[in-house]
């Protein structure tokens, strides 16, 4: 991947901060986004740096639009204007649909599609103004298959499959492309939180035996953010170890 300038949202753990090591270690510039871990925030832009990279870490809280906004002053006044918006930030609220307040429901929604649609419409304008723009959105293979205890985040991310196709056809006219990873399990605390006998089971429905690693997905992003990707745009790209097969 060539050096960017690039925002990662909810990029102070998880998978979002192994894309930001990851364009790291391509020389790129680095928006850390993050809602209220700004200890951990701050280590991955040592990280970064140490890789040769530039970073600062962004707070803001991508379900509001005011936030959102003064983190594209910060981050326009560290690098001026981007070429990638990562949309990775995400929560889960686990419960059966019978027991699910509107309050969980709206809660799961609020940050991804609200934070896709905040972050997106914010940087829009950078995307379509770079080179060859890049917009990704982080979905999950539940989107596909739905899970137990996770309407709302099920719903959410189908969502972003419709938003990513619909912004690479609004993009695409301006030379930038828009597409979608769709993580299965992947080792992050959204995951090892879950009760080893889950895990298990996961282990158990992955052909490849095993729960992924956040570079496993960062590789496939830089990919999607690097010039080779110049005619790939709408997809969504699965890493899951062959679980939907
Ligand atoms: P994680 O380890 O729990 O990290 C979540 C990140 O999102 C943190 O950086 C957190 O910031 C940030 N965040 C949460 N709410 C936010 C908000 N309102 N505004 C800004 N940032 C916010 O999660 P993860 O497992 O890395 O998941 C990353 C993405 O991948 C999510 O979209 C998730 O749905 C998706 N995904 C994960 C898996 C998986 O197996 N792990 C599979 C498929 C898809 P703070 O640290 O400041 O709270």
């Given at each position: 991947m060539e050096p960017k300038t690039c925002v990662v949202t909810g990029a102070s753990r998880g998978i979002g901060r192994g894309i930001a090591e990851r364009f790291g270690e391509a020389g790129c510039s680095v928006a850390v986004n993050y809602h209220s871990s700004i200890d951990a925030a701050q280590d991955v832009v040592e990280t970064v740096e140490d890789a040769g990279g530039q970073a600062i870490a962004v707070q803001a809280d991508v379900t509001d639009l005011?936030?959102?906004?003064?983190?594209?002053?910060?981050?326009?006044?560290?690098?001026?204007?981007?070429?990638v918006l990562v949309n990775n930030a995400g929560i889960n609220q686990d419960v059966f649909f019978s027991n699910m307040?509107?309050?969980?429901?709206?809660?799961?929604?609020?940050?991804?599609?609200?934070?896709?649609?905040?972050?997106?419409?914010?940087?829009?304008?950078?995307?379509?103004?770079?080179?060859?723009?890049?917009?990704?959105?982080?979905?999950s293979i539940v989107a596909k298959g739905g899970n137990l205890g996770q309407a709302n985040y099920a719903t959410a991310k189908a969502g972003i499959f419709g938003f990513?196709?619909?912004?690479?056809?609004?993009?695409?006219?301006?030379?930038?492309?828009?597409?979608?990873?769709?993580?299965?399990?992947?080792?992050?605390?959204?995951?090892?939180?879950?009760?080893?006998?889950?895990?298990?089971?996961?282990?158990?429905?992955?052909?490849?035996?095993?729960?992924?690693?956040?570079?496993?997905?960062?590789?496939?992003?830089?990919?999607?953010?690097?010039?080779?990707?110049?005619?790939?745009?709408?997809?969504?790209?699965?890493?899951?170890?062959?679980?939907?097969?």
């Open positions: 005011d936030q959102v906004e003064v983190m594209y002053e910060d981050v326009d006044e560290a690098f001026g204007s981007i070429d307040t509107y309050e969980q429901w709206g809660a799961v929604l609020d940050v991804h599609l609200d934070g896709a649609f905040n972050c997106t419409q914010t940087f829009y304008d950078d995307i379509v103004d770079a080179e060859s723009g890049r917009l990704i959105n982080i979905s990513t196709r619909t912004l690479a056809h609004e993009l695409a006219r301006e030379g930038s492309t828009a597409n979608c990873v769709a993580p299965g399990f992947i080792e992050t605390s959204m995951v090892t939180d879950l009760p080893e006998e889950i895990i298990e089971q996961v282990r158990e429905d992955t052909p490849l035996g095993r729960i992924g690693a956040v570079e496993e997905v960062a590789d496939v992003v830089a990919f999607l953010a690097s010039e080779r990707s110049s005619f790939i745009t709408g997809e969504v790209i699965d890493v899951n170890g062959g679980m939907d097969l």
